[in-house]
């Protein structure tokens, strides 16, 4: 499967909004209150700080994705020479037929574009199996000394990384 793959523009913050929410409540990370949906909400805030990308299906943003650079504000964990990728999501309505699958494909594409990358890195929560599947399937590898506790939580995160 593929995909177009495109920056996010304003008028798909909306849809993006909705995609994000209703990703993660579905596959419940996170309630609807936890503080973090309202970061994962805040689409024009991650926009002007970082690089929002979609992914259609018939026209229609159907994924979503942040992609962003060590030192950027969204960066968690991107070294120098990296793109670190956060928030994937889903609509549910189109998932299990391979969009996550294509997306991520669209991002390793990407970024081998990008003068001075030579690997992506991604963070994950250690309950989100699925991903974890999805991203080792694809080359990437844990980086267990890269690991780390989201702040003030008891809330292990993985670090994944792919060569490029």
Known sequence: MTVPFRRAVPADFPEVRRITRDAYLRAGHFKADHPYMGVLE???????????????????????????????????????????????????????????????????????????IEAISITSATFMERAHALYESLGFRRVPERDWYVPGEDVLLWVFRLEL
């Open 42 to 116: 805040d689409v024009e805030h991650r926009a002007e700080h970082a690089q929002v990308w979609v992914g259609e299906v018939a026209g229609a943003v159907a994924a979503a994705v942040t992609l962003t650079f060590a030192g950027q504000p969204y960066s968690e964990i991107a070294g120098d020479g990296e793109l670190e990728f956060r928030m994937l999501a889903v609509d549910p309505a189109n998932q299990g037929g391979g969009m996550g699958r294509a997306v991520v494909r669209e991002i390793v594409e990407h970024a081998q574009g990008l003068p001075g």
